[in-house]
């Protein structure tokens, strides 16, 4: 069910589900003509916005056309770009709603022809199997419907490699893996700060997502995952007045050694955090997102040098002065979003720095922000336990170096020995 077509609140069942949505598409030939202007301004519709749910949105890298008979006609958008299907978020107000769609799949290409004609053409779409095998066995297939279907099969075997992982993980773990092409940042990344990484979000999403990327590890690099359940809110114990609650403080096991030795080696560390929210009764929360969701998470860095004590006490004061943004602090610099991630139920970002940096940040905190849990408490939900999943990813780009072993013996991983015979 959509955010915004949530009339009454009903809570059916405690099964939680994902959900994939295709985020629409620009169909009008006449706006393909002006991609990929028309794709900034045609908005995600209805029901892509709401904010459990994975929405997808297209990207292409199809652009030879082999028919004879279109010889003077070529591919719209080159390869890497943008489908000329795509819808976005580009437009909706800043810092309101999420970032959708949060990735993109293959969405196939148009062709563009003499006298400014457009051409929907089989050589730039997908090959799918015919609904009906007494007339044909394949058809041509694209746009974001089957952007999604291809997310949709990602998600089942990510389900197959982990069957014991939650919905919230393996909508995380699409997102987590993916990355921007050379094409998408060269485009529509205005400028590298955090805003125009987040305006650049809104139009690709987190980018393109990689299936061996999300389920394996190679020798420089490494991910980790957890799933975990948490109190956001509680009634305080004196005072008629219901207050945030729990937060967890997770220790990153890097072989800190290692990284010290590497000094200004640049490293990168992708954090992920997923969870779903349940959207607010009626109508109200709306025009306020904070509001609209039941609870939402945060998470945060402690920065070199902040000892677990000093994070701790600055993670706990922007929890009671309910800063929805925390992230001014500590490592922040590092980040490439920074608090612009803190929309939706799923944030993700990547951070840079130096191998010795990164030595002396290893704390990670999930903590909770305001909600409708909290903030309605005559409806029962204010100690509800919320789920979520935490990916932290940490790379070494373009170096030998072994970081996964001296971390899977500290994790008591058994290190699978390869034999020649």
Known sequence: MSASTLSHYKYSDDR?????????????????????????TCEVQDPAQAWNALTVGAFTEKTNISDPTRTS???????GDLSPFSSTSSTWPNRK???KPEVCFEGGNV???PNDSVYDTDDLKLLSTFHDPQIAQFSSFAATSAASAQAAWMAARLQAEY?????????GLIVHSAEWTETQPRKYLRNNSKGGCYQLAKICGYGVPNLERAISCAANSLSLVSQAELQPFDKHETQSRYVSKDMHIYRLPWPVDVLRDLRETPVQMRVTLSYFVE???GEIGWKDRYRHASHALRFELNGPGEDEEEFVQRVNRRAREDDEHPGTEGAANHWRLGETRNVG???SDLWSGTAVDL????????????GWWRERPHLGRFNRQARYSLMVSFALPGQEVDIYTPVAVQLGIPTPIEITI
């Open 111 to 113: 062709a563009t022809g």
């Open 345 to 347: 139920s799923i944030h």
């Open 163 to 171: 069957p014991d992982a939650w919905p919230e993980t393996i909508r």
């Open 97 to 99: 709603w999420p970032i």
């Open 359 to 370: 030595a002396g940040s290893n704390l990670i905190a999930v903590h909770p922000a305001v």
């Open 279 to 281: 959207p607010s009764p």
């Open 16 to 40: 939680l589900r994902l959900i994939i949505i295709s985020s629409g598409n620009v169909k009008d030939p006449e706006d393909w003509k002006r991609f990929p202007e028309s794709n900034i």
């Open 73 to 79: 006609y070529s591919a719209i958008a080159e390869a």
